[in-house]
């Protein structure tokens, strides 16, 4: 219940379209069989580090609900999204460690699931699931323009590093914890990120003819691309993040794709 009171009041939404989020989150990414596999730690690890794990689960399941809340086609049926998104998300998978970066990131989220007691099974797919969460924007770009996810998730890759908008997702994170309004300006300012990325993404790609979609928007964008970059930077390296300096970076970053 306090899951879905939360959501409703931060989206705005009812609880049958909560309902059908939340059935889709929980069937793409299979975090029934996740909550057994922690569930079937009672006793044999630390009662505050088996809490963490669930912590976990219940973070990656309130993100994704939300999203589907916001992009969810729940018109063609549950089980069509399900499956749609499903199968993107499978293929995802495979990409994870395509990097250096990324093989590094994900061994250490692997490690800090098994230093709190999962095991080694666990610990990887709670690793991935925390990547995986947020490919379901690459899903639906990909799905949009009828290309395959890979990539369509370089060019959200690329445009995240250059931008530094994973660094504003992860530093926003307790933003706005104590108040309700400030959270719903927060979660506003992070879809705001989400749909500049997009914009982006779907720019560069259709306008790609093979090579680095990215880099080709990039150049072909230089002056206003490096400054909106340059103001970004300026946010995030003026101390520690606030409401305000999330809501101005926002602001910079639509200029991109207005």
Known sequence: PTFAVRLADETGHEPEAIAYAYAAAMGVFDIASLYGEIDALDGKIDGLKQLA??????????????????????ELGLTHVIEAYRDGVTRMSATLSSSDADAAALMRHREEFASLGATPELALKLAQLRGLANSLEIVLTAQTLGRDESAVGRAFADAGVYFRLDELRTRSAGLGQGDHFDRLAVNGALEAL????????????????GGSSFASWQQANATKAAR??????????????????LTVAASHLRDLVS
């Open 228 to 245: 909106v970059r340059k103001n970004v930077s300026e946010t995030l390296d003026a101390g520690e993040l606030t409401l305000a300096k």
């Open 53 to 74: 794990l669930y912590e976990t689960l219940q973070n990656a399941l309130r993100q994704t609900t939300s999203w589907f809340l916001r992009h969810g086609r729940f």
């Open 194 to 209: 989400a749909s500049v990325q997009r914009g982006i993404v779907t720019a560069a790609i259709s306008a790609s003819e």
